[in-house]
């Protein structure tokens, strides 16, 4: 993915199936991501090890943590702290880049 220019409008597709997701750094602990997310997928709780960064590009998401609610929108970001559980619930398609450090 190094010496490309990408483009989440036309690189990253929506699927009835899942989700679909493209690694742009994966090194150990760090990664770099972006993610498809079809509407109404719920992703269940989760607690990830590393800092989490999710940024929406388009779409919306709510995401659910330390008794909290977050409408996250395009152009919004959100970070999680390492340790703590949280679950997605994706409003309507989103594409997020989640950075994790």
Known sequence: MYKKIICPSTDLHYRLDGFENIYLINEGDRSLSLYALP???????????????????EGNLEISMDEKVFDIKAGEML????????TIKVIENTKTLIIRM
């Open 39 to 57: 509407k109404n997928q719920e992703i269940p709780t989760q607690i990830s090890p590393q800092n989490i960064c999710f940024y929406i590009i």
């Open 79 to 86: 970070l999680v702290p390492k340790t703590s559980a949280y």
